[in-house]
């Protein structure tokens, strides 16, 4: 799987690049995860740990639903 990024490189990316693999792994088997940053004069190519990632996503979902459960948040991300 590739994510294609026209910015800055981010330490998160790999977090969100887990998340799409989850997405689509059944539809679309992979082995590897990579994200492909372009700009005007270069582009690079990241394998990255999205197994981790994915886990990480989850963990991090999992700490927001406990702050908003607990009234932490001022917004929220419910999605209906």
Same mark, same amino acid.
């Given at each position: 799987?590739?994510?294609? %990024?026209?910015?800055? &490189?981010? @330490?998160?990316? *790999? =977090?969100?690049?887990?998340?799409?693999?989850?997405?689509? @792994?059944?539809?679309?088997?992979? &082995? @590897?995860?990579?994200? =492909?940053?372009?700009?005007?004069?270069? *582009?690079? =190519?990241?394998?990255?740990?999205? %197994?981790?990632? *994915?886990?990480? *996503? =989850?963990?991090?979902?999992?700490?927001?639903?406990? %702050? %908003?459960?607990?009234?932490?948040? &001022? @917004?929220?991300?419910?999605?209906?």
């Amino acid at each position: 799987i590739i994510d294609i %990024k026209t910015g800055a &490189k981010a @330490k998160w990316h *790999f =977090l969100q690049l887990g998340a799409y693999g989850e997405l689509i @792994k059944s539809e679309f088997p992979f &082995k @590897k995860y990579y994200d =492909l940053y372009l700009n005007p004069d270069r *582009f690079e =190519l990241v394998e990255q740990d999205g %197994k981790k990632g *994915f886990g990480y *996503f =989850l963990a991090l979902m999992s700490a927001w639903n406990v %702050k %908003k459960n607990l009234g932490y948040c &001022k @917004k929220s991300l419910d999605i209906e």
